[in-house]
Structure formats: C-alpha cells, structure tokens
C-alpha cells in the first residue's frame, strides 16, 4: 500500500492525437513536467496528478489539441464532507505536513462588494462626460495637516498669500491604484522590473514586499515603497532610502498573524544578494516583528525608519483582523503616515491553506470600520488608508474609496495581467509562466517590457472605468467619492452588515 | 581584578515618578519638540555636543551635521534617553561616544561607525545594523541586535530578553556580539547567521542564560562561557565542543571585547567554552505538505 494515494486528479489532460503535430512544445512549456513525449510514437503522454490547469500548454499547443477538463469522477456526495475535504484529510495522512496554497481565499464567502451598487445621476442632477472635462484620479498619499494656516507676505506694493503650515512629505500617484507587495523571491526578478516599470509610466508605486530590492530597480526608486518586515531581509540604509517611502509591514491578508518561510531550494544566488542571506538555507520571517510587542513599540520602529530615511513616508501594512478598528487606530497613533490594509481575499506566494481560507475578515468591512473610528476620534487625516486584498476590478476600487479609502492596492489582478492563471500553486516554485519561480529556464519566458504594456494598459482601463463612474455620480474628484456612502446601496446584505458598512438598502432614497 | 568579579557600574533607578493621572510631569530631561540645538564646541576634528534637554530629532540632526562638517569624533555630554542615536549613520572613520544612557534602538540600521556608550543602554541596540561598532560598559536592555547583518556589539554586563535574534550572516559580513554579564531568556533566538559569546562574568553561581536559548536557530554559533543545562536549549539546537579554529576564534574576540573593556582576557578564557549550534538549516523543511 506504501506508494497509493486516495487523491485523484483535479483535472484530466487530453491530447487529440488527429490535431497533434508531436511538435513537443507542450512537454517543454509545462513547469511540472505533465507531458512526456513519448518516444516511440512520438506523441505525448500526460500525467494529469501534475496539471493544475494553467493553460500554458493549451495556450501554446500550435494545434489546439490540448484539452484539460475538470475530473468528472464521482464522489459520494456530501454537504458536509466534501471532496475537497477528503482530498486534504488523504494528503495529510500521507504526509503529516500542514497543506500549503498560494494566491488568495477561494472559498464561497460572501463576496460584498458584489452585493454593492453604485448610485447615477439622473434629471435633477447633472452627470459629468469625462471624455470631455476633466475628472481628476490624482490622490496624496501620507499625513495631512491638522488644519491649514496661510499667512499674507509682502509683494510688491500689496501682500500674497503664503502656506504657513509645514506639510509632511506626500506621495502623489495619478490613479488611486497602487501595487502591493510582493518580494523578490516568491515572484520573478521579471517580474519586479515589469512592475517598476509600470509604475514609473503609470505614476503610481510599487512595492518591493520583504525580499530586498534587485540593483536593477534603482533608477525607479521615485515610484518604489520598499518594505521593513520582520525578517529584515536585505534592509540597510541604502535600501531604506532607495525608495520613496517604507512600508513595515505587520501582516498579510492571506495570513494575518503567520510568519514566512522561503525555502531554501529558492534561494538562488540573485535572490541571495538581494536578500542578504546565504544560497540555500531558509528564509525564515517570525511572525511578529520581535521589536514590535506593543503601539508604543511600532512608533519605535517608525520613527528609527523616518531618522534613517530623513523623515519619509512609513506605512504600516496590517492584516483585517476582528479588532481592525481599534489597531489602525493604534497604528496611526504611532505616527504611520499610511495605514494598508488588507483583507482576508489578499493573495500570497504560499501560505498554510487552514490559516489562507480561515482567518481575517473581508477588506469591504475593515475599510468601513477603520474609515469611521479613525473619523470619530479625529484623526482621520493623519494617515491615508490604503485597501488592498480581494480588489478585483474598476469597480471593486470605486466602492472601496466609498467606503473610505484613499487608494486601492492590487496584485493577484497584476499578476493576471502578466499570465496568471490562478492555479494557485505558487508554492510550488514551478510556475509555467515565468511568474512565481526562480528557475531561469521559466522566468525568462516573461519579458518585462511586454509585462510592463499588460500592466499599463490594464491599470489604465480601470482609470478610465473609475473616470467615467465618476462622471455619472455627477463628481469630478476621486476626492468626492471618498467616503461616501450614500453612494452605495446594498442588494442582499443583512441589517448588521449594512449598518457596519453604513450603506442603505437599495430602493431607499436619499 | 578578577573578571568574574569585574565592577559593573549600574545606574540607581530613582523614585517612580509621580504626577496626576493623565498628565505628563513637566520635564525637559529627554528634550521636546522645538527645543534649541545643544552648545557645541569644536577641538581639531572633535566635536563636543551638549544633549542635555536637546529634542532627540535636534541632536541626531546635529550629530549628521558635525560629521558632515568633517569632524571625526562626536562626544555627547548629558545624554538622557534620546532615542535612534546613530541611527541610519554611515562612515568608516567617524566615532560617537555617548556619556549618558542613551534612549532605544541606538545604532539602528548603522553602517560603520563606532559608538561608545559610557553608561548603561537601553532596548533594541543595534537593530538591523549592517557594519560598525558598539561598545557599552555598562548593561544592556531587551532586543539587542535584531535582524543584525554585520559589525560588532560589546556590552560590559548583564542583557535582558531575546537578545541576537534573527542574526544573519552574508558573505564576509559575520555580526559578532560579546557579552559579558548575563542574558535572559531567547537568547539567539531565529538566529540565521553571525556570533554571539557568552561570557557570564560576574554571575556568582547563577544561570548565565536563561531559557529557549537558540529557539529556531538555522544558522550561526553561540558561544558560552561555562555550562548551559538541556532544559535551557531551544529544540533546534546541540551543544559540542569547540573545534581548534572556534577556539582561536572565541579568543580574538574576547581579546578585542577585553581590550575595549580593560579586562584581562587570559584570566577570561582561563575557562572553557562552549557551542552551541543548530542541527539542521531547514528546521521546518518537512512542516509541509507539497
């Protein structure tokens, strides 16, 4: 019995011998090695235990005889326990290891932002066209001023006005969507540069995630976060001043409360130098930063990065947990200039599958309840809230900045963009397309300049999207739908979660 | 003197401070915001700074400025509990010297100076410090070296909790720690890279370290002067003996931290030593299922 195993393939690859050329191409695109030609008759043969239905192969097959199909295979049916259930139950009484999975939350929670409409303009109200007057997306991020004081000084015969307030350093993006993070290591170098160059062209951020930040992004250090997290890899001065603001990042959507382990085998010799550890042993991030027990303890850690950095922007990057409210309002008390938050839906290169599917809460209810305790306490222009975890689309970013955010974050849609296709086996390290691996036979089938285009162009239809929801709000400011959730109306949501996201019913008026 | 009885100056801890609920007690001890530069005065390429009551961000402004002046030496009189002292410095020739107890997280994210603290330190010295040096003489707080990639921390006395935590070694940068007194629980804990040593001096029979010592170490060495029981040890670790090339490596170091500390080395490692290391650099290589 030693070498059986109870899971059955998710899915089953066939190959249409009348359409095949034998050509081979799918046995050497696939990252896990489903296809084997066969050498006698010249066709492959696949092993569908391997497929995770990427559709690499499918997309390069010059024949279009590939066709990978879900397992059809019966099982006794059952509610509670289901396959996938099984499935794991028998994996882990193979192995006794915890299951791992990467990008975000797939199961059937409640999706909000699905149950959200938005509000139009009609007759009494004029909407606005933005193809024809202006409709401005440009946000600041960082602190603002507790009020503004402006002083008159002389000029010429009269006086002018002058800003006497001091403002602190702002990050301004022309779209209210940056990216989130994503380090060098879990995903490609290719990657990275497909991103930082984007954001250069977009005007808007990337962020480097906790692996360091590669030589080669230097020159786009103005549209760089780079990220302080608890395993301070490849953090040194240099690093911390190599872009336009720190991000200590606290916790992750996709496991709030879970440290990180990069296993050695990705280790390679670049992600080595960028990360400032050894080829080949682990990379291990605890949990909790070990210099960040308390509030008191994050301002610490804040204020060493703004002395090391000459006082730029820091982010704090917290999961949604239960209490949000009350943390984010910790954090900006401790003097965070942007407060990232990101819901149980974020994606991840690997994560324990129990803690990725179980914990957290949805980003749509954090943004709410952190946007109204930060506002009720007065402190809400201290800090901009950044929402990020489960933003799927242009719409996705119109509501949450209703909710109160000042900007989205995106990154599984970035990395869908450049191929992914949500097979969810990042962890795996043998990603086909070049996305979340190391091995240089892979990365380099992503050019970066064709990544950056993608990302470009998807990042720039959605602007034009939120343009034109504006425009038929009848606002022409991002400013304006900030926080505003009499714009929102809700479709099947139950009383408690409407009055937690503050937004009537829809069929309520005004 | 002997070492094991070396006098470690310890600062008295005055009566708690009392003042209505919810209201700070006017002080000017730590400075505030706004507050002036402190007097400096200049000898060569000396300078000598007055922190008394100077607003943490002032004097660190201020150390910057000297050293961007040209000066090489920084002396800081009547430090009082400024925070992120050498924090972000860099420079190979430039050297602080504290006469005071400075605030936490000194020597953060440091590349290359020397800092000397004649008073006891506080939390989180040396935090993710790439190169330098920071000598002590007096006892040192919680935290100390976190995520250390380089350079060399000396401390005179006792430390508190989870001090060398995730050290990490990279190409010819080995973070090196010496302790001289004690160290309380986790210590070394996470540690990926780098050297600490453990010397124990003064501690009468005690436990020289307390418990978890190396918990999820992957990578580095601890050295201990004199014994450490099973049930202090983190489960990722072993102890063994130190092979001729750790020995000579242990004495260069307690030389140097000797000779910074006016200590007789020999009569220090007049005792043995011993390693403590990890037994795997994938401690959780099988945790999962792939």
Known sequence: ???????????????????????????????????????????????????????????????????????????????????????????????????????????????????????????????????????????????????????????????????????????????????????????????????????????????????????????????????????????????????????????????????????????????????????????????????????????????????????????????????????????????????????????????????????????????????????????????????????????????AIALGADACAIGSALLVALGCHLCQKCHTGSCSWGICTQKPELTRRLDPEWGAERIVNLVTAWSHEIAEILGALGVNAVESLRGSHERLRSLGLDQQTQEILGVKPAGIGH | MSPDSATIRRVPTGPARRGPIGAEPARKVAGQPGTDKGAVSHEGTQARIDAGGVYYKTLNEQIREEMLNGAQTVILENVNGQRYIGGGLSGEDVRVVINGVPGNDLATFMTGPTLIVNENAQDGVANTMNSGLVVINGDAGDVLGYGMRGGRLYVRGDVGYRVGIHMKAYEDQRPAMVIGGKARDFFGEYMAGGELVLLGLGSDGEDIVGSYLGTGMHGGVIFVRGEVAEHQLGKEVSIAPLSAAEQSRVEELVRDFAGWMGLDAEEILERRFIKIFPYTHRPYGKLYAY
């Open chain 1, 1 to 399: 019995m030693a070498e059986v195993t109870f899971t059955r393939p998710e899915f089953r690859v066939r190959i249409d011998k009348e359409l095949c050329q034998q050509c081979g191409r799918c046995a050497h695109q696939c990252g896990w090695g489903v296809h084997k030609m066969d050498e006698e008759t010249g066709y492959p043969v696949p092993d569908s235990s391997k497929c995770g239905a990427c559709h690499r192969c499918v997309t390069f097959c010059p024949a279009q005889a590939i066709l990978v199909e879900k397992n059809p295979l019966a099982y006794k049916g059952s509610d509670s326990f289901s396959p996938e259930l099984r499935k794991a139950v028998w994996r882990q009484a193979e192995t006794g290891g915890v299951l791992l999975a990467g990008m975000g939350n797939d199961k059937p929670y409640l999706r909000i932002f699905d149950h959200l409409l938005l509000d139009a303009c009609q007759v009494t109200n004029p909407s606005i066209d933005p193809l024809r007057e202006p409709m401005e997306l440009r946000t600041f991020l960082g602190r603002k001023p507790d009020k503004v004081e402006v002083e008159y000084v002389p000029d010429g015969d009269g006086v002018k006005p002058k800003l006497k307030t001091e403002m602190d350093r702002l990050l301004q993006i022309e779209t209210p969507i940056v990216f989130g993070g994503m380090s060098y290591g879990s995903v490609s170098l290719n990657v990275h540069r497909s991103l930082a160059m984007a954001a250069k062209e977009l005007g808007t951020l990337m962020n480097t995630g906790e692996g360091g930040l590669h030589a080669d992004l230097q020159p786009y250090q103005d549209n760089i976060v780079v990220q302080c997290a608890s395993g301070r890899f490849g953090v040194h001065a240099d690093y911390l001043n190599a872009g336009c603001a720190v991000e200590i990042k606290i916790g992750q959507g996709a496991k709030p409360g879970i440290g990180g382990h990069l296993p050695g085998e990705k280790i390679n010799e670049e992600v080595s130098v960028t990360r400032m550890i050894p080829q080949g042993t682990d990379a291990l991030s605890p949990a909790p930063h070990h210099d960040i027990y308390s509030i008191e303890d994050l301002r610490q850690l804040i204020y060493a990065l703004k002395e090391a950095t000459g006082y730029k922007p820091v982010s704090v990057k917290i999961a949604a947990v239960h209490n949000v409210a009350a943390i984010a309002s910790g954090v900006v008390r401790a003097g965070a200039d942007i407060v990232y938050l990101d819901g149980f839906r974020g994606g991840t290169g690997a994560a324990p599958t129990v803690i990725r599917d179980h914990v957290g809460i949805p980003i749509e209810l954090a943004i709410s309840v952190v946007d109204q305790r930060l506002r009720d306490e007065g402190i809400r222009n201290r800090a901009s809230v950044i929402a990020a975890g489960g933003i799927r689309s242009s719409a996705d970013v119109a509501k």
